[in-house]
């Protein structure tokens, strides 16, 4: 069996959750940044990674998945700058389902993730109130995923790798 971990990140919070989840599996593997993946050819299973922006999946993510998710075992990975448990977080995680549409939709992840300084500075300074709203949530992120985020990744990781096994 052989496993992709793929990811976008801007700031380091996603890529930390997708080198854990690379670290517990098993048998043939390989971590990419999704710009630099074209298709999921030889693949058996799939970890696709992002942080939500602008109250969604980005983009670039999901138009991917779409076009190649068909016949692939896949989950996500998430990370936002809402605490966990925030009632968002469930359309989220039903557009992730959504978009595997085609493919065997095995689960998803979320946890916190830190709002970088100049993340905030930029959000404090936007027109949409929303997005000034999450710049007011910087100093509650700060130093997210920690080490109990990274342990759930990881036993996260291995639920999924049950599944397919
Ligand atoms: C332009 C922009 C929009 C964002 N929108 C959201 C959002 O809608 N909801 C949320 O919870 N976090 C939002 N965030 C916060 C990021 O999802 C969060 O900080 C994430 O951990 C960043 O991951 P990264 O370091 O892998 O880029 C936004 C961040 C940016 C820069």
């Not at 109250?55 to 075992?73: C, D, L, Q, T």
């Not at 100049?118 to 949409?128: F, G, S």
């Amino acid at each position: 069996m052989k496993t992709l971990v793929t990811y976008m990140t801007q700031t380091g919070n996603t890529k930390k959750i997708a080198d854990a989840i690379y670290g517990e599996i098993a048998g043939e593997k390989d971590i990419k940044a999704i710009g630099e993946i074209s298709n999921l050819e030889g693949y058996d299973l799939v970890f696709v990674g992002f942080p939500v922006m602008q109250f969604n999946i980005p983009e670039k993510v999901s138009n991917f998945v779409k076009e190649n998710v068909a016949g692939k075992n896949i989950a996500f990975f998430m990370t936002h700058a809402v605490p966990e448990g925030f009632e968002a977080i469930q359309s989220w995680t039903g557009s992730c389902k959504d978009i595997a549409e085609g493919g065997n939709f095995l689960g998803t992840f979320d946890c916190q993730g830190e709002l970088a300084q100049p993340v905030v500075d930029r959000l404090l300074k936007a027109d949409d109130p929303q997005m000034k709203a999450f710049g007011e949530m910087g100093p509650s992120t700060k130093g997210q995923p920690d080490e109990s985020r990274i342990q759930k990744a990881k036993e996260f990781a291995k639920e999924i790798q049950a599944k397919v096994q």
